[in-house]
């Protein structure tokens, strides 16, 4: 029998989920002053830091810039946010997940500096940012890279100094703490910028705030579309910039290219001088759960807002099948769901909405009136992502397949349900040499 108390870990987590009145509290004030108690203002965490920011593409940026790090012969580290399945998942240290121990003593850390001297509250995310910070200052790579968890300026990641800031897409999301001005919304994500340090736009279609803040920095602009790209080639594609030599014959990392773009120019920028082979190899590599995951008929991706979902319409257009193309959609109350319905709806033939748990949560029922009002097929409503993706696997077709997506949540719960029946399915085997 397994034991069914919480791990160390766990128990740290549940901790810090409690301890501050509200889940996003964005500013710096606090966070800052126990970082400087920390001494990760003193000096430099890693021998270059890269913060990625933006509405969409983060995740998928810093997979690709970790990998075409680690192939150039860098150490490298991540610091990323949600977590799909552990929270390991948030820190990567040369690939690897952080163990338990070493999330523990950054959590440690931190307590410690908070409380010394006037006790400072910090929330979840700021405790596992400078927990991380702390890890990475450790391990002491050559590389780090940060994704800011929302906005920019205010995000707990942006106590560090970037030495270069990307900038990967501009949309509409997390209104109630950012806005619904798209100009507004870009400045926040700018914020990571530094005077004189290099701004990689990630994105031909960004607001001119975003611009128009690299300059009031003096900041080196690097844009997509006029100093680097992509040209698709017969099988493969190019990658071209304005300082550099171009590089050809590089794989679909099966992610936008215009994030590998990106991913290039900001590690050139770090002072990596590109490998042709190296960077094939990376990006022939790359693996990021969640996003755009296929597994057998079923694609799993966790966007949630428009633009993310008109991405993912767009590539399941390119892969049609012989059969119907269902979609399992679960997503938190304060998310466009009409937006996201619209982008997905001409590669969507019918829907299973599902309920997610928390007080942010929406109902399947409310999605289900979504849905039925923007006149889509409704075919089954269920209490949860696992409980959905079971009634789906009963019911399709040989020549249909499955789109689990709308958030984090969703796709995290059907990957667990997945992993405890294979866990189930692996404990219920009968151990070599039992009859």
């Not at 580290?77 to 998942?89: D, G, I, V």
């Not at 736009?201 to 300059?215: F, I, K, Q």
Request: glycine share 10%.
């Amino acid at each position: 029998m397994r034991d069914a108390s919480p791990s160390p870990l766990d128990a740290w987590l549940s901790r810090l989920e409690a301890a501050h009145p509200v889940g996003i509290d964005l500013g710096l004030e606090r966070v800052a002053e126990v970082a400087r108690r920390m001494g990760l203002l003193d000096g430099p965490v890693a021998g270059r830091v890269i913060t990625v920011a933006g509405t969409n593409g983060k995740g998928s940026t810093v997979a690709m810039l970790d990998a075409l790090a680690r192939h150039h012969g860098l150490s490298a580290a991540t610091y990323t946010s949600p977590h799909l399945l552990r929270y390991n998942e948030r820190l990567c240290l040369d690939g690897h997940e952080a163990d338990d121990a070493t999330l523990i003593a950054g959590f440690e850390a931190v307590e410690a500096a908070r409380l010394d001297g006037e006790p400072i509250s910090l929330t979840y995310f700021e405790v596992g940012t400078l927990g991380a910070l702390h890890a990475i200052r450790a391990f002491s790579p050559e590389v780090a890279i940060l994704e800011v968890g929302l906005g920019g300026r205010l995000d707990a990641v942006n106590v560090l100094d970037a030495d270069v800031a990307v900038v990967t897409t501009i949309a509409r999301d997390h209104a109630a703490f950012l806005g619904d001005d798209l100009e507004g919304i870009g400045r926040e994500k700018a914020g990571i910028m530094r005077a004189g340090r290099p701004a990689v736009l990630g994105s031909s279609d960004l607001p001119a705030s975003v611009r128009s803040t690299a300059e009031a920095l003096s900041a080196p602009v690097h844009a997509l579309g006029t100093a680097y790209g992509v040209e698709r080639e017969a099988a493969s594609w190019r990658w071209w910039c304005d300082i550099g030599q171009a590089l050809r014959g590089l794989p679909d990392p099966g992610l936008p290219l215009d994030n590998a773009a990106t991913a290039l120019m900001a590690l050139q920028l770090a002072g990596v001088e590109l490998d042709e082979t190296a960077s094939r190899q990376a990006l022939g590599s790359v693996v990021l759960p969640g996003r755009m995951q296929w597994r057998g008929a079923w694609c799993l991706d966790v966007g949630h807002n428009p633009q993310a979902a008109a991405y993912v319409a767009g590539r399941l257009a390119e892969r049609p099948v012989a059969g119907r193309t269902f979609a399992l959609l679960g997503m938190l109350g304060d998310k466009d769901a009409d937006g996201v319905i619209e982008a997905l709806a001409p590669s969507i033939d019918a829907w299973v909405p599902v309920t997610l748990e928390g007080e942010r949560a929406r109902s399947a029922d409310e999605l289900a009136t979504r849905l039925e009002a923007l006149d889509q097929e409704v075919v089954h409503c269920d209490v949860s992502p696992a409980q959905g993706a079971a009634w789906l696997e009963a019911h399709l077709a040989p020549q249909d397949r499955v789109l689990v997506c709308g958030s984090f949540f969703t796709v995290g719960g059907v990957l667990a349900a997945w992993a405890a029946r294979a866990q189930t399915e692996t404990d219920d085997r009968p151990s070599e040499g039992m009859t």
